[in-house]
């Protein structure tokens, strides 16, 4: 069988290695961090990896060397007080930080240029602003760039009228110099009318997701991919044929490489019933034609793997779609995981209850947030909850949307009030993808690591080397940070702190 390489989660050229030694390079605990503070792991530049800290109204930058010695912590005192979002956008030797924060009844989308140290190459500017009046609101810009990083596009989106959406857009390089401002309007004919997801491609065109159901709680049963081009306000509009299949899980993917769209959901072939399969679109960009368009019901083998506890024909009721990617030749690799809640004194949440119903209810302005639903974006730390995170489903399939190979990586995770330390993180590496999850052997917790081949075997790594008991690995959180490498929040005697994965 011809041998497949995958294509980057991020924008890094992967090579081939032969098999290196695992290992673990641990943090030290920053005495000054709180427990619950919140952090974002920004990635490496310049040999150094940078993790930004937020507690409360402080902001920090730290910068750790090769070996995850602090080497300086860098205050943020140029943020205003109270900003509702940051993001961050790196680059090899400088990054982007992108806040918002309200001052009376104003809301203002700010930049600022930091150099590989987490310092201040140029005072903050402005992007955008929007007099949201006396509206009640945290965030309404929304940030997404291209995978190789040379677009940016921020947006806002107005429901105030219930009959469209107006999305207005700002478009940038690489350096934030602007290259189109949009303003689009976007019919919402249906009451149950909802944009659910946004992707920049590489060229600057922007691909959205509206999707309907008939009521709240309830299946999608229309969907439209929305695209725009870079430098137009036009939009064009594509209807999908769902041919009687009802979809909840709905994502779409930007194929930069042969210049499509891809869009994918579960699918199940009554309203609110058993998952029956994968439901799978195509679109070309460049011809403005559908490739293909159809579903791939699941077999009993791969059903018998996955379903866990579950009976065969609910082996997927639980499952949410996770990663993703795409491979240069025009095919694709989706893993999902089963996810699911139970909490003392009711049943087993499924993912029926989890429908999210509408998530912009309220007219005006609403940031763009996943409006997938999830088993952990319900709840919060509710006493006596149970959160539960299962198998790992792998499917590939080709350039026609065939499916070629799938696999199941067996797990069984649960928690009580807490959902870090359960789920996995993903690693790339170009020749194999890496699973990482915590695992329990022998009544103990280790940190496993699981492959998967391009012809899609399973392999269970040796254990990792220095890996101390004392941390508590949170592989959900973790990020990609180089060709072999991840970082991973882990708990070290109620302090956060890192760990460096090389493999």
Excluded at 192 to 201: A, G, V
Excluded at 274 to 279: A, C, H, Q, S, T
Excluded at 330 to 348: D, H, K, L, P, Q
């Amino acid at each position: 069988m011809k041998k497949v390489i995958f294509l980057a989660i991020i924008p890094f050229v992967f090579f081939y290695f032969s098999s290196t030694a695992q290992r673990i390079i641990y943090s030290e605990p920053d005495r000054d961090d709180a427990r619950l503070f919140s952090y974002d792991i920004i990635g490496k530049i310049n040999g150094n990896t940078l993790i930004y800290k937020n507690y409360r109204d402080l902001h920090f930058i730290s910068l750790y060397d090769a070996n995850m010695k602090l080497i300086e912590k860098n205050k943020m005192s140029y943020l205003p007080e109270r900003i509702s979002t940051i993001e961050f956008i790196n680059y090899s030797d400088y990054f982007f930080i992108i806040y918002q924060y309200q001052l009376k009844n104003t809301m203002y989308c700010m930049a600022a240029q930091l150099n590989g140290k987490g310092k201040l190459l140029n005072d903050p500017i402005q992007l955008d602003s929007t007099d949201i009046g006396n509206l009640k609101v945290n965030n309404i810009y929304s940030v997404i760039h291209s995978d190789d990083k040379q677009k940016i596009m921020i947006f806002k989106i107005n429901s105030r009228n219930d009959k469209e959406n107006i999305v207005t857009t700002v478009l940038f390089d690489q350096s934030l110099n602007i290259i189109h401002k949009s303003r689009v309007l976007i019919p919402m004919q249906e009451k149950n009318n909802f944009l659910t997801e946004f992707q920049l491609d590489n060229d600057g065109d922007l691909a959205i997701l509206k999707a309907s159901r008939a009521s709240q709680n309830d299946n999608i049963s229309k969907a439209t991919l929305v695209t725009k081009a870079a430098l137009t306000d036009e939009v064009r509009s594509t209807d999908l044929k769902l041919m009687n299949a009802y979809l909840d899980d709905i994502r779409v993917k930007v194929d930069n490489v042969n210049k499509h769209y891809l869009v994918t959901s579960f699918f199940s072939k009554q309203r609110k019933n058993n998952i029956d399969g994968l439901y799978l679109f195509l679109w070309d960009k460049q011809t403005n034609k559908e490739i293909y368009n159809g579903t791939v019901n699941f077999s009993d083998e791969l059903r018998a793997e996955a379903r866990g506890e579950n009976s065969l024909k609910s082996a997927f009721n639980d499952f949410f779609l996770r990663n993703i990617i795409m491979k240069n030749e025009g095919g694709f690799i989706i893993s999902s995981e089963a996810n699911y809640t139970s909490t003392r004194g009711s049943n087993v949440m499924n993912r029926w209850d989890y429908m999210y119903g509408n998530p912009y209810m309220s007219y005006g302005y609403y940031p763009y947030g996943s409006a997938f639903y999830s088993p952990y974006s319900r709840y919060g730390t509710v006493n006596q909850t149970r959160y539960s995170a299962d198998n790992i489903a792998v499917l590939s399939f080709d350039e026609k949307g065939k499916l070629e190979w799938s696999n199941v990586i067996q797990k069984s995770q649960f928690d009580d009030n807490n959902d870090n330390y359960i789920g996995y993180g993903l690693i790339n590496t170009g020749d194999q993808l890496h699973y990482l999850f915590n695992a329990q052997d022998r009544r103990q917790t280790i940190f496993s690591d699981h492959t998967i081949s391009p012809e899609g075997q399973i392999a269970n790594n040796l254990p990792f080397k220095n890996l101390d008991k004392s941390y508590e690995f949170m592989p959900r959180r973790a990020k990609q940070i180089g060709a072999r490498q991840i970082i991973v929040p882990c708990l070290f005697r109620n302090y956060i702190c890192f760990a460096k994965v090389e493999l």
